[in-house]
DNA sequence: CGCTATGTTGATCCATATCAATAAGTGTGG
DNA sequence: CCACACTTATTGATATGGATCAACATAGCG
């Protein structure tokens, strides 16, 4: 593995702490692997064999039943997914695909384990790791429970200008039919959303949207820290 | 605290492997209350002073927005709530009430994060813990998704009836209402998601429920257990 | 330059919420 | 032990958010 992404990964909070022999000792067991836009990753129900680590990219976590399919998460870099999994020593519970091109490294799951019961400071890290994950997956279901989904796409525009530098214009990582699953929606009832927002200063052309009145789409959406803010 | 309380405590996956004397520290900090049904026991947003652990009873965490509110989880003993808040010393994300009359221990966040830091055994066991958590509202969300509202019903009563030992008919443990709430719709369509389900065999007066025919409603509902076992 | 994927618009359908009325319990005080 | 009040459950009528289906418009792209 290039010692860039070595260097990356060693940054995030996640691996910061611990040892470097056992970080050395997880990178050898590892391996990063480019990934074309919407190939499958993982499977819902495969054995978690490997804690995945975006590097670049996004990716979709989603899940199917009864021939049906509903988009979870998004993951963006650089992050861990499936952790929990990996932990249980038990299935994944969410496929994932990727959105775009994606560099995603791979470490075996049963190396994690081990160095998580002899690493206290790995064990550590990964407390608040997971906990940071589960309070994120609250936040979305709060954001899909409790918003219609003009609402939801409004705070969505309102944290991706943020997530942009908060200029009135910026792009949209992807297509609207992505932007659609990942709010929960179809592309159809995305585009009638986007002309419901107009009134409140929106206007999208292909990938890109600009926000008029930023004070008028926050009244309309009502963000609120405990759904918005991903550091609460 | 009464030393079978202790007991009860210790015997948690989450605190079963500490050293003695941190469990002691732990303690000597806490208290046990009992709540009658329907009490507001902490409010979203609120700093996370005491991690709290359910001894009997059952809890509602619900969250709210705009006027709206909706249930999130449902907590049975012997477990812990806002674990993950405790840990990121962050604010609460969701609000709890108790369902029915409830005994609670609170142990103060501090104490918590103190032995964290110190004991090895006890972090890796808020690991095992946060994990188990982060899955069920994982579950919990794939149901709410991916299942009309008879559906999640059906499926529903096939858990309650697996916990109550398996017999045909079993009590649900509160009233109709309530458990609306709890699959996250009105009690109205409750009332006609229980017709829905007659031609399956199930048949409800009152608080207690008959499934005439398991097979039946299992087909129906199609439990998988990536949605419905508590152990995946 | 045309083909294919993406986006928009309109019509209709479906699940579920809401409102309203009634029925059935449940508990309390006389 | 009954009558009354209050809560909970059921039933019906209607409204709404959002999906689905179909047609058409656009835009990348080989």
């Known amino acids: 593995m290039p010692d860039f992404i070595h260097e990356d990964i060693r940054k995030l909070h996640l691996f910061d702490a611990m040892a470097q ?3 050395q000792t997880l990178m050898r067991g590892a391996f990063v692997q480019t990934f074309p836009p919407q190939i499958d990753l993982i499977t819902e129900g495969d054995p978690s064999d ?9 990716v979709d976590l989603f899940s199917a039943w009864n021939g049906r ?8 870099p650089v992050s861990t997914f499936i952790l929990a999994a990996t932990i249980r020593e038990q299935p ?3 496929s994932a695909r990727t959105l775009e091109k994606s560099r995603i490294a791979l470490i075996p799951s049963v190396e994690v384990r081990a160095i998580f019961d002899t690493d206290s400071d790995f064990a550590r890290a990964i407390v608040t790791e997971l906990a940071l994950c589960y309070r994120s997956v609250i936040k979305a279901q ?3 429970k409790l918003r219609t989904s003009s609402e939801r796409l409004a705070n969505y525009l309102l944290r991706a ?4 530098g908060g200029q009135p214009e ?12 990942v709010l929960g929606m179809t592309p159809e009832h995305l585009s009638r959303a986007f002309k419901g927002l107009h009134p409140h200063g929106v206007a999208a052309t292909g990938t890109r949207v600009r926000i008029a009145d930023r004070t008028s789409l926050e009244r309309f959406a009502q ?5 918005d803010d991903p550091k609460a």
């Open 21 to 23: 022999e056992h970080f």
């Open 50 to 58: 490997f804690l995945h680590v975006l590097v670049s990219g996004s």
């Open 69 to 76: 399919e509903t988009s979870m998460a998004t993951v963006r």
């Open 92 to 94: 994944y519970l969410m």
């Open 142 to 144: 709060k954001d899909l």
């Open 161 to 164: 200008q943020a997530r942009a």
């Open 170 to 181: 910026f792009e949209l990582g992807f297509e609207k039919r992505r932007l659609a699953s």
């Open 223 to 227: 963000p609120n820290p405990l759904i």
